[in-house]
């Protein structure tokens, strides 16, 4: 049977939704279209290319992931040199290292531009922040006076990957106009809204997961600096957007993973903690689909 997938971000701890897929796809269920929004985005653009869940664990473990942290060289101390580069390239991290091995690893599955998939198939989110607007990927492209089918998907993700400070941001020039482009989940961190019609009707059944608990069980914010402050900004920035979006309805259709423990720019996690992230996907998922029917009037394909 086929269904949609949607993928929430969550920096490193998506690989937990790598656990939740394997069990998808032990149940027979093959993905028709695919999104996501971050890490959940590369997650997207994996099973698009064809990779199973098995595959893209050991794309995951057989790499050192803290080589994707790539700094900007300097004569000065990196201490120094991460704080005045923040200032003017607004990231630690030029980001540069993702884009590439997210290009080497769809390259061997033939993938490079949007053109290579089926209209509709992968889409991603990222956050223009200076034209103030969510940026659906490829389809807003034209916006920009870019060409969808022939946009490469790993800038694409890189697009939406680029966390706040973390990443370096992109920045697409058209004409003598530069926008800055952030992580996808600085305004929709989890794009279920993305496969629904103007009257909500879906195409085909939809399985979101989403690397959080359930709104009801978030844990309050504790804000006593500057530094919690902004974390607790960029929480709720992340998933108050989606939270009002989320229906009783939807809830239903959405694996919940609760990732404590694991920062999501957290990139030298040891081997023991991977297999644990994806242990703990694959668990939910197996809670899930012991209480998870979906409506039979969806055509099975």
Not at 75 to 104: H, I, M, Q, R
Not at 216 to 221: E, F, H, L, S, Y
Not at 271 to 291: T, W
């Amino acid at each position: 049977m086929y269904i949609d997938g949607v993928f929430s971000g969550g920096g490193i701890r998506g690989i937990a939704l790598i656990g939740a897929i394997e069990e998808i796809e032990k149940r027979g269920y093959q993905f028709a279209r695919v999104a996501g929004s971050s890490a959940g985005a590369i997650i997207a653009a994996f099973l698009a290319a064809g990779y199973k869940s098995k595959e893209i664990f050991e794309l995951v473990d057989e790499m050192d992931l803290k080589n994707l942290l790539d700094e900007r060289k300097s004569f000065l101390p990196f201490s120094l040199t991460k704080w005045v580069g923040l200032y003017w390239t607004l990231g630690l991290y030029k980001g540069d290292a993702l884009e590439v091995w997210l290009e080497n690893v769809l390259a061997k599955k033939g993938l490079q531009t949007f053109s290579d998939l089926p209209q509709q198939k992968l889409r991603f989110i990222a956050s223009d922040i200076t034209n103030g607007r969510l940026l659906v990927i490829p389809d807003d492209l034209e916006k920009y006076g870019l060409d969808p089918k022939h946009f490469p998907i790993a800038r694409a993700i890189r697009m939406s990957c680029s966390i706040p400070y973390f990443f370096e941001p992109v920045r697409l020039k058209v004409d003598r106009e530069t926008s800055i482009i952030v992580d996808g989940g600085v305004l929709s961190n989890f794009p279920i809204w993305l496969f629904e019609d103007e009257h909500n009707q879906r195409e085909r059944p939809i399985i979101g997961i989403k690397l959080s608990p359930k709104m009801d069980d978030v844990p309050k914010n504790k804000i006593e600096n500057a530094i919690q402050l902004f974390k607790a900004l960029f929480e709720t920035m992340k998933d108050a957007h989606d939270a009002r979006h989320i229906s009783s309805k939807q809830e239903k259709d959405i694996i919940f993973i609760p990732s404590d423990g694991v920062f999501a720019t957290e990139f030298d996690l040891n081997d023991e903690m991977k297999q644990r992230l994806v242990q703990q996907g694959r668990e939910c998922a197996i809670r899930f689909f012991n209480n998870w029917r979906y409506d039979r009037k969806f055509k099975v394909i």
